[in-house]
């Protein structure tokens, strides 16, 4: 199994920002993937996780309404396009499969993370 | 939303010894809860699902036992690799929600 993030990036407050998680090992289509962001020196967060098919989609109260999380299962690819960032969105972010095709819940592999900085 | 709770936040231990961690749901999440280790600089990795099943690969050295709202994590026989925050988390339901870590220090 292996989960690779696109390259995060600068930002500026209220910009837009797109990141990609190509993934490979594993049947793509069949389980369930995630976001997860860890602001420098701070805890893990969960952001948002995405059914098998997409038709599933979950996100944390901090990021719903700006962030919406996506997946391409022809191309292996999960996506989570950040909309109106904010100071508090920097962050390394993950991410994560789970262990089944609606939600577990459960991350058992995560991706390297890519660092997110949302400044002015 | 459920909040989680680990103690302590630190800890100091030798080479050797065995350390236990413990974690609190603010509410009942039944077994629907795992734990991971990060080392410095790397993803989380996960240890323990379903409150006390080990992942593959993962050495038996870690254990998780409790149920309900109080959980624990076990760790024998330190080595130098296990010094690392630990972080417990939920699967009960969105918003998935995990612990603030504990960071396990060579004394």
């Known amino acids: 199994v292996q989960l690779v993030e696109s390259e995060g990036g600068l930002e500026q407050p209220g910009g837009s920002l797109r990141l990609s998680c190509a993934a490979s090992g594993f049947s793509f289509n069949t389980y369930a993937m995630s976001w997860v962001r860890q602001a420098p020196g701070k805890g893990v967060e969960w952001v948002s996780s995405?059914?098998?098919?997409?038709?599933?989609?979950y996100y944390a109260d901090s990021v719903k309404g700006r962030f919406t999380i996506s997946r391409d299962n022809s191309k292996n690819t999960l996506f989570l396009q950040m909309n109106s960032l904010r100071v508090e969105d920097t962050a390394i972010y993950y991410c994560?499969?789970?262990?089944?095709?609606?939600?577990?819940?459960?991350?058992?592999?995560w991706g390297q993370g890519v660092l997110v900085t949302v400044s002015s | 939303d459920i909040q989680m709770t680990q103690s302590p936040s630190s800890l100091s231990a030798s080479i050797g010894d065995r350390v236990t961690i413990t974690c609190r749901a603010s509410q009942n999440i039944f077994s629907f809860l795992n734990w991971y280790q990060q080392r410095s600089g790397k993803a989380p990795k996960l240890l323990i699902y379903a409150a006390s099943n080990l992942q593959s690969g993962v050495p038996s050295k870690f254990s998780g036992s409790g149920s309900g709202t109080d959980f624990t994590l076990t760790i024998s026989s330190l080595q130098p690799e296990d010094f690392a925050t630990y972080y417990c988390?939920?699967?009960?339901?969105?918003?998935?929600?995990f612990g603030q870590g504990t960071k396990l220090e060579i004394k």
């Open positions: 994560a499969k789970e262990t089944n095709h609606y939600g577990s819940g459960i991350f058992d592999y």
């Open positions: 988390q939920q699967s009960l339901t969105t918003p998935y929600s």
């Open positions: 995405i059914s098998d098919t997409g038709d599933g989609t």
